[in-house]
């Protein structure tokens, strides 16, 4: 059943969490790189909530929260405190969670997403910061295993908490967000987003109402959501769910439901807690923050150009569309090479159309942009060897993917020069001979001259390829092409 079918809003609020880059845990100093080690082997007694250990705080984590808010948009508060979240799981060694409640470090901001001609400004109600808890590997389902295994090496990383508000009205826009979401946090680097590894985690609130609606319908959140495929996926299925729950007459619950991936459906898990139910009390070891506003200010002057500034920078300075603005703008060393490339003097289109297609094609089988050994400055020598008519386009093709499949670094345009001159790529261009091979193509080739003098353009690619065959592809074939040209107009 579609919920369009139905007559349904959906209304869809996310709360991400996010693994911070730090090399020590949030309040001890524990190794956070917690898939380098054994099971339980990064741990101390302040992570394990052993009696009489004491946290002490994280400053690079804070750094990194604020820097996040910043880049989202957020007012910074001058005054937050830490407080415990009390609940009882496997993982969760203390018995409680030190985050934040009502003080958190940020409140208000907004992230705008587009979702194909429709803009969206969704309101990010807080970013706060908080421990991470262990991780339980299951003997089998979720909801089905009977035994579980914990491994403390991730509690107590530093993990924030990107709260939004309840303004997304789609799956697809929800997805569009945490794309959008998670793109920042890896730009400004304060996460690596391995959504895969579970450093980047996604639980939703999902309700529906009637179109015009400005009541709220009783929420359900959604967990298990490890990819975005998923998150779209898991809020599709919802959406529709109690969609046709309200169709038929029943109530909707709150309460906790786990995203199936194998079955494609959501599966109830618990009740939902209220804040109540966690009895939320300061954190009596820690003092409260207060963040002086030089160091917000030093925080926001290393703030990078952030993706949406830089793709509506490279569109409107460049010339370059909104879609290859969005697609050069992916990663941050994306887009540095693709304006290095530009730096070269090589048009801006041709050089997007490069960096988008070959390059691409190249980082899609896994190679970083760091170790792409056709380097900005030898892109840019290549492409102009090309529109210079040094080289055609299928032989500076050719080249890069030789290059760029080899262990050598090529980082000059001069490299580019001896690279074409040793392999003997030089297009054929003198023009006499070019005028000679014409001829010669015209009376091997008499139907098609006959064809293309009468006016079939499509007819000149034998002419053309009997000029490259016999060059072995480097004669000039826009060269070749104008001669042709001109024949079949002087008659």
Request: aromatic content about 6%; some cysteine.
């Amino acid at each position: 059943m579609s919920a369009v079918a139905t007559g349904v809003e959906a209304v869809i609020g996310l709360e991400v969490h996010a693994e911070l880059l730090t090399q020590s845990k949030m309040f001890c100093a524990c190794s956070a790189s917690y898939l380098a080690g054994e099971p339980n082997s990064h741990t101390c007694p302040v992570c394990l909530g052993l009696p009489g250990a004491l946290p002490v705080m994280n400053r690079r984590a804070i750094e990194l929260t604020i820097k996040t808010a910043l880049a989202l948009n957020c007012e910074i508060a001058e005054f937050s405190k830490f407080d415990r979240k009390n609940y009882f799981y496997p993982d969760l060694p203390k018995g409680y969670q030190i985050s934040q409640y009502d003080l958190p470090i940020s409140h208000d901001g907004h992230l705008d997403v587009r979702t194909g001609d429709h803009h969206r400004r969704v309101g990010i109600t807080r970013v706060h910061l908080e421990e991470d808890t262990g991780k339980l590997t299951h003997a089998g389902a979720i909801h089905t295993s009977q035994s579980s295994l914990v491994d403390l090496n991730r509690a107590g990383v530093p993990l924030i908490e990107i709260v939004s508000e309840p303004d997304m009205r789609s799956a697809e826009e929800a997805r569009e967000y945490m794309q959008r979401l998670r793109q920042i946090l890896v730009w400004i680097g304060v996460s690596d987003g391995r959504m895969e590894e579970g450093s980047l985690r996604c639980d939703a609130n999902v309700s529906v109402r009637a179109p015009g609606s400005t009541e709220l319908g009783t929420k359900v959140e959604v967990k298990n959501m490890n990819s975005f495929r998923a998150v779209y996926l898991a809020l599709q299925h919802e959406i529709e769910r109690q969609a046709a729950a309200l169709e038929a007459g029943e109530e909707i619950v709150q309460e906790t439901r786990g995203w199936n991936e194998a079955k494609g459906v959501t599966i109830s898990q618990r009740r939902k807690e209220y804040a109540d139910d966690y009895r939320y009390f300061p954190e009596p070891d820690l003092p409260p923050l207060h963040l002086d506003r030089a160091l917000v200010d030093r925080i926001r002057a290393e703030l990078p150009e952030l993706p949406a500034t830089r793709a509506d920078r490279l569109e409107r300075d460049l010339g370059v569309s909104a879609d290859q603005a969005d697609l050069l703008t992916d990663t941050v060393e994306l887009a540095d090479y693709f304006e290095a490339v530009v730096a070269t003097g090589v048009p801006a289109a041709e050089a997007a159309n490069w960096v988008l297609g070959e390059v691409s094609r190249v980082l899609n089988t896994g190679v970083l942009v760091s170790a792409l050994t056709v380097r900005p400055e030898a892109l840019g020598g290549l492409v102009a060897r090309k529109l210079d008519g040094t080289i055609n386009n299928n032989q500076a093709k050719e080249l890069f993917a030789e290059l760029a499949g080899g262990d050598t670094v090529v980082a000059t345009a001069a490299a580019i020069d001896e690279a074409i001159q040793s392999r003997g790529l030089r297009q054929v261009s003198d023009t006499a001979e070019l005028e000679r091979l014409v001829d010669e193509a015209i009376a091997a080739q008499a139907k098609a001259w006959e064809d293309f003098r009468g006016g079939n353009e499509r007819a000149s690619g034998a002419l053309v390829g009997y000029v490259m065959k016999q060059t072995k592809g480097q004669a000039s074939g826009p060269a070749v092409t104008e001669i042709l040209r001109r024949r079949a107009q002087a008659g």
